[in-house]
């Protein structure tokens, strides 16, 4: 993976972290700018940007969450289980129902 890919993804990581606000937003930028020697207006565009983009990433995995535990509770879950024994099933929409509450209680902290 090439320096770049590292530090996108470092970005990525701090931006899941950071409170969508503009003090988050603004602690975000100056460790950007700090980090990688970017001008401060540069580096708040970034950081507006990655902290926007992880957090419609969370709202996907949280609507994909959702929708797959109420498949797997109507026993609608065909396409997901298919090869899958009953533990593993179980495990899956478990695993679902675990996803859907954690981003709830993400999307409510932020």
């Given at each position: 993976m090439s320096t770049k890919n590292n530090q996108m993804g470092t970005v990525l990581r701090a931006a899941i972290g950071t409170p969508k606000t503009a003090k988050g937003i603004e602690r975000l930028a100056g460790e950007l700018s700090t980090r990688y020697s970017v001008d401060r207006g540069m580096a708040y565009e970034i950081a507006s940007a990655a902290v926007q983009k992880a957090a419609t990433d969370q709202q996907l995995q949280a609507r994909f969450a959702e929708g797959l535990a109420y498949d797997i509770q109507q026993g609608h879950?065909?396409?997901?289980?298919?090869?899958?024994?009953?533990?593993?099933?179980?495990?899956?929409?478990?695993?679902?129902?675990?996803?859907?509450?954690t981003s709830r209680s993400v999307e409510r902290a932020a």
């Open positions: 879950s065909g396409s997901y289980t298919e090869g899958l024994n009953r533990t593993e099933s179980a495990q899956l929409a478990q695993q679902a129902q675990d996803v859907l509450t």
